[in-house]
C-alpha cells in the first residue's frame, strides 16, 4: 500500500506554519496528534516517514478539518449579497416609491372625480 500525505503536509513547514495549522484545530488531542506527525530537523517540520495507515487517515481528517476552518465563522458574501439587497429596497422604498405612490394616487383620484388636479 502506498502512503499518501495530504497536500498540506508534504513540503518542508517552518515552525509558524505548523503553529498556524495546530491553531486551527479546536482538540486539544487533535493539536498534540498533528504536532506527534511532524519531525523537527534543523528548524524545519517534514512528516514522519513511518506513520500507520490510522495515523494517515486521521491526518487526512485533520486536512480537511484545518481548510475547513481557514475560512473562519462568517462567510463574507452571503452577507454582501444580503447587504445590497437590503439597500436596494431602503432605496427603492424611501426614493422612488413616494413619488411612484403619489402619481398613482393622484390619477386614481382624477378618474374617480372626473376631475383635473394640478
Given at each position: 500500500?502506498s502512503k ?15 503553529n ?8 486539544p488531542e487533535?493539536?498534540?496528534?498533528l504536532?506527534?506527525c ?10 514522519k516517514?513511518?506513520l ?15 481548510k ?5 465563522p462568517v462567510?463574507l ?5 444580503l447587504?445590497i439587497?437590503?439597500a ?9 416609491l ?8 393622484t ?6 372625480f372626473?376631475?383635473?388636479c394640478?
Amino acid at each position: 500500500m502506498s502512503k499518501k500525505v495530504p497536500g498540506m503536509f508534504n513540503k518542508p513547514l517552518q515552525e509558524k506554519r505548523l503553529n498556524y495549522f495546530v491553531k486551527k484545530l479546536e482538540q486539544p488531542e487533535d493539536q498534540v496528534f498533528l504536532r506527534s506527525c511532524f519531525n523537527l530537523e534543523k528548524g524545519i517540520y517534514t512528516v514522519k516517514e513511518d506513520l500507520d495507515e490510522t495515523a494517515l487517515k486521521r491526518l487526512k481528517v485533520l486536512a480537511k478539518a484545518i481548510k475547513i476552518n481557514k475560512k473562519g465563522p462568517v462567510k463574507l458574501l452571503p452577507i454582501m449579497v444580503l447587504g445590497i439587497i437590503a439597500a436596494g429596497g431602503i432605496f427603492f422604498f424611501t426614493v422612488m416609491l413616494d413619488p411612484l405612490l403619489s402619481r398613482f394616487l393622484t390619477q386614481g383620484l382624477e378618474n374617480v372625480f372626473e376631475a383635473k388636479c394640478d
